[in-house]
């Protein structure tokens, strides 16, 4: 079955709703309507006629006929689950997601095994025990505190409802999602077949996923090998110790297999693993800003205002295998021409000191930097904590702005930049001014990140991910 109508749904239902703001099923009808969703809403409940200004039925069967109902989310206790399936077949519902817990995970297989029998591939199930779809498509969302202000390019699938909230979350700081799938125990609609539909959405550019277990190790994997030479797959794959299998199988009844055959199989097959949510979405966000502009290579330029932190970052470069590129001659003379000899050092690690922060010589240092062909990585530091007084010193509104445009005419389109905003700024209550920055980057197709550290390890899997497809593009 096609799942564009779970994706993006046309209509939707909400077996078991309550009129208790405490309950879920209440805030997923809150969310539906806060985020306005383009379709139509029928809330099912016997004990009421209307719930948050809208027609209440007390059937899914008691929707008019010439309604074709696409989406029904199932929120009433595990034991009374099956019944509400047997009437969700009864009325020809194409997709229905179970929020509902207390399955497999707590050993409770036998329920799962009567949902699909009664199911019989007339109906599709998502889950149990998930939060279903977040389509910024059709607005679908998911709580009224996510609120959907873009429709992106990145989608997400992942075992986890929790995992798929905070995802969201963290898309905020850069990468507009398309849509999330919160999938749970999996026990119909595979993580194999959400990839495939992604892989042939032209909306989705990037996928994610969180997984704890793959049931279809196989298809999955052939899967996936046909989807990463034309878009990027990330992948975080938990339950890598012996605690952290147990906690899979209580979280979603996952039996997580070996990590070590997991994550080599996914590097066979073109997937980036990661192992924190974290560098998940730090992976994400390069590839959106980065993803036409992959690194040719490791070799690195640091240019920055002061000269401990270049060195602190000079060390973490060399220590995951980056190389701190020697600059051209030619390039040690412009820049020797351009800056004076006191308080500067024009080597890489480039120190440009106080005269670093006039944003004519900036821009004029990463043109030269861009320039060089021993350079295949400019990596720029900025300190947001002093933006205010350089505001004042250079007699401008909004330096970071300036900066940004300075980058964004000096760069090669070749070669990534990276921005480093140290955190210090958390200490000197200058976030709205790092928020703003941020933004300005953004922009102009500038990616930053609050460390090196994290900044370098997105690299490493740009890198990976290039070479994938350089070694594919071998035998087309």
Not at 262 to 283: H, N, P, W
Not at 406 to 421: A, D, G, H, T
Request: proline content about 5%; overall charge positive.
């Amino acid at each position: 079955m096609d799942l564009d109508r779970l994706i993006n749904p046309k209509v939707c239902a909400i077996i078991g709703v309550s009129n208790n703001p405490q309950r879920g099923s209440y805030r997923f009808l809150q969310g539906w309507i806060a985020n306005k969703y383009r379709g139509e809403i029928y809330p099912i409940n016997p004990k009421y006629s209307e719930i948050q200004g809208i027609k209440t039925y007390p059937d899914i069967r008691d929707v008019p006929n010439d309604v074709e109902i696409d989406y029904v989310l199932i929120a009433v206790p595990a034991e009374k689950v099956p019944a509400e399936i047997k009437k969700c077949v009864e009325r020809g519902v194409k997709f229905a997601v179970i929020f509902s817990s207390g399955f497999s995970e707590i050993g409770k297989k036998h329920l799962e095994k009567e949902i699909l029998e009664i199911a019989q591939g007339k109906l599709r199930i998502l889950g149990p025990n998930c939060i279903g779809v977040y389509s910024t498509e059709v607005h679908l969302g998911y709580f009224k505190d996510q609120p959907i202000v873009a429709e992106g390019n990145v989608s997400f699938i992942s075992q986890s409802g929790g995992i798929t909230r905070k995802f969201i979350w963290t898309s905020y700081r850069g990468f507009p999602v398309r849509a999330t799938v919160s999938t749970g125990n999996t026990i119909d609609i595979s993580i194999s077949e959400l990839l495939e539909y992604f892989a042939n959405d032209s909306k989705t550019q990037i996928i994610g996923a969180y997984l704890e277990s793959i049931k279809e190790g196989r298809v999955f994997f052939t899967t996936l090998k046909t989807i990463t030479p034309k878009k990027p797959v990330v992948i975080l794959k938990t339950g890598r110790t012996s605690k952290g299998k147990i906690a899979a199988q209580s979280h979603t009844g996952a039996i997580a297999g070996s990590y070590a055959i997991f994550s080599s199989m996914v590097k066979q097959a073109g997937g980036i693993i990661v192992k924190t949510l974290e560098e998940l979405t730090d992976v994400i966000l390069g590839l959106q800003y980065l993803k036409n502009s992959l690194p040719l290579g490791n070799r690195i330029c640091i240019i920055n205002t002061g000269g401990g932190i270049a060195v602190e970052i000079t060390d973490l470069c060399e220590s995951l295998g980056f190389n701190v590129a020697n600059l051209e001659d030619s390039t040690q003379s412009n820049l020797q021409e351009l800056l004076p000899a006191i308080n500067v050092i024009t080597k890489n690690p480039i120190d440009l000191g106080g005269f670093g922060f006039n944003p004519e010589i900036f821009g004029q240092v990463v043109r030269y930097i861009s320039q060089d062909p021993n350079v295949d990585i400019l990596l720029v530091v900025h300190e947001v904590e002093r933006f205010q007084d350089l505001n004042d010193r250079f007699q401008v509104s909004d330096i970071g702005e300036i900066y940004a445009t300075e980058m964004q005419k000096s760069r090669n389109p070749k070669k990534p930049i990276i921005s480093i905003l140290p955190r210090s700024w958390e200490t000197v209550d200058h976030f709205i001014t790092y928020q703003n920055y941020r933004n300005d980057l953004l922009s102009v197709g500038i990616p930053s990140y609050p460390t090196a550290l994290r900044a370098l390890k997105m690299l490493k899997k740009l890198i990976q991910y290039r070479k994938f497809l350089k070694y594919t593009e071998k035998f087309q």
